[in-house]
């Protein structure tokens, strides 16, 4: 069946959504992460069953695990797990990569294994640096390599809008729930906030600074 997504999807492509899994608390943003890769099977046009997805975390270990789950175009799952590390201290040290992402560009909405971009960007972080942040062609922040981002300027939680060109974080929806603006943020903002918090769903909010 032809795929509905309007640039041509490689061969081999699965959804991937990332997320943390505890003996105590389970999966707390599992369901969240169901709902965004049903989004995403749909764009994609690949069958998906969430109800198949909940078993595969049944007792999976005695301590905190990354989990990834992933989707092909079979309507197929995997589950793959990893202990968890704990975050390193202290605020996480970023800058920005001198690559733009492209306004409008359909993948930037979906976690996918079509994401090399961001892998070898994440392998080739700088001395001392601990995330890259992008920008996209019309100089707007984006997000980073695995992480959305927030700002905090004028007394205002600010997070990129999606029209900048990025992954609709399950971190970042909650950021909006909480009252967190949707807003293009430039440099000039990054330079002038008092705060820049970091996020995604497997470590939640990670305090950060420029490098």
């Known amino acids: 069946m032809e795929s509905p997504f309007p640039e041509p999807v490689p061969a081999g492509t699965r ?7 505890s003996p105590e608390s389970g999966a707390p943003r599992l369901t ?8 995403s099977a749909v764009a994609f046009g690949f069958p998906f069953d969430a109800a198949k997805a909940r078993p595969m975390l049944a007792g999976l270990g005695d301590g905190p ?8 175009a079979a309507g197929d799952l995997e589950l793959t797990t990893a202990p968890l590390p704990p975050v390193a201290p202290g605020p996480w040290r970023v800058a920005i990569h001198p690559t733009r992402l492209r306004t409008g560009d359909p993948w930037l909405a979906h976690k996918t294994t079509h994401r090399a971009l961001y892998d070898s960007a994440r392998a080739a972080l700088p001395a001392g640096g601990d995330e ?3 920008l996209n062609d019309r100089d707007e922040l984006c ?4 992480t959305n981002l927030l700002v905090h300027v004028d007394g205002q939680r600010i997070t990129p809008p999606l029209s900048s060109g990025l992954l609709p974080g399950v971190r970042r929806a ?9 807003a293009p943020v430039t ?8 705060m820049l918090t970091l996020g995604n ?8 600074g420029l490098l």
């Open 15 to 21: 959804l991937i959504e990332t997320f943390f899994w």
């Open 32 to 39: 969240a992460h169901l709902v965004r890769m049903a989004s």
């Open 65 to 72: 695990l990354r989990c990834r789950l992933t989707l092909g």
């Open 132 to 134: 890259w942040l992008f």
């Open 143 to 146: 997000e980073g390599t695995i």
């Open 174 to 182: 909650e950021w909006i729930a909480a009252g967190a603006v949707e």
């Open 187 to 194: 440099q000039a903002m990054l330079a002038a906030a008092t």
């Open 201 to 208: 769903s497997l470590r939640g909010d990670i305090p950060a």
